[in-house]
């Protein structure tokens, strides 16, 4: 018999989409799947939305929590083999599930791995814009860096059940890039990520003041995210038993310094230093993140005022990424 898939999707004041999404995973070319909607207390009409789909899918409202304690929540609930996490704005490609429990079927019997592919990126009027795109680990390369640099966004894995129990899900703590959190975890726990071309659900990207992804970096405190990277940091080296490989200090250390120059564009110059410093710690040579002239003013100037060159720059020319 076909393995269930068990569809979670968290909401959030989501009326504008919700229903796309939850119509494309009803409508999978694989049909032994059960739809889980969890509604995180929404205040639009996205309940109401969500109601009209009656038994086709399985949902329960609450408090608003954040998409995380929603996505655990969706797991406790679930009773398939397979995961399929799905956000409220995106959308399951048709043969999503149907071509990675094929996928699956065919690894390594009793290996722990999970299959993972691709997304496409669209606006809010599903217009095709850039994303980025993912590669596999190739055989000499370390697995924790490689998910550190290449971690796929939320619906391209299909994850197992028992290996998210056995880590306990996600972190209800991160105000952002809670898989990320969650990948970093699954890795330490042994899981391998398998990665197969080709894309299996359409990740919308827009600017929304409401969405987890445009709050300012200083949300929950300046120094939230270095005290997320330090646990990182701590969690690699404690659970290997072994010093940070160079790659993967030198991609903590160029995280320390995105958020560091993230921190100090929203006027934080102290806390900033600090992410600054713990980045030259780890990796002095190659921590500086940016684009020309970014790293050469840094050199000449310091990170205060290359800043605020960079941000002179951008408001001259719009389209400038540094």
């Known amino acids: 018999m076909s393995p269930l898939v068990s569809i979670i999707i968290p909401c959030y004041n989501n009326q504008s989409f919700i229903e796309n999404a939850i119509a494309s ?12 909607v969890i509604d995180d207390g929404s205040t639009d009409g996205s309940l109401e939305i969500i109601k009209q789909f009656g038994d086709k899918i399985y949902w329960e409202t609450g408090k608003n929590r954040g998409a995380p304690l929603a996505r655990n929540r969706g797991i406790e609930l679930a009773e398939g083999e397979y ?25 390594i019997p009793d290996s722990k791995a999970i299959v993972y592919g691709d997304a496409i990126w669209v606006d809010q009027h599903n217009q095709p814009i850039p994303g980025y795109p993912l590669r596999p680990r190739q055989p000499d390369e370390d697995n924790i860096a490689h998910i550190l640099a290449n971690s796929p966004l939320t619906s391209c894995p299909l994850h197992k059940r028992e290996y998210l129990l056995e880590i306990g899900g996600f972190d209800p703590t991160l105000p952002r890039g809670q898989e990320y959190d969650l990948h970093l975890r699954l890795v330490l726990a042994g899981v391998e990520f398998v990665y197969y071309p080709g894309s299996v659900y359409e990740y919308r990207q827009y600017v929304d003041n409401a969405r987890i992804s445009q709050r300012g970096y200083s949300s929950k405190g300046a120094m939230f995210h270095f005290q997320t ?24 250390a160029q995280r320390f310094w995105a958020f560091g120059r993230a921190i100090l564009r929203e006027g934080y ?16 040579k190659n921590c500086v ?4 002239p970014y790293p050469w003013l840094v050199k000449l100037f310091g990170t205060y005022w290359a800043e605020l060159f960079i941000d002179k720059l951008r408001k001259l020319i719009p389209t400038t990424s540094i």
Do not use: M, W
């Open 289 to 292: 993140t940016g684009n020309i």
């Open 25 to 36: 995973a009803i409508n999978q070319t694989y049909n032994h799947i059960e739809v889980i």
């Open 269 to 284: 110059i102290k806390e900033a230093q600090e992410y600054f410093h713990a980045a030259r710690n780890l990796d002095s």
């Open 83 to 107: 995961i399929k996490f799905l956000d409220a704005d995106d959308v399951l490609l048709p043969d999503c599930l149907e071509k990675q429990v094929t996928q699956a079927s065919k690894l």
């Open 229 to 252: 990277l330090q646990k990182h940091q701590q969690l690699i080296e404690t659970q290997t038993d072994k010093p940070l490989s160079p790659e993967a200090r030198k991609i903590l």
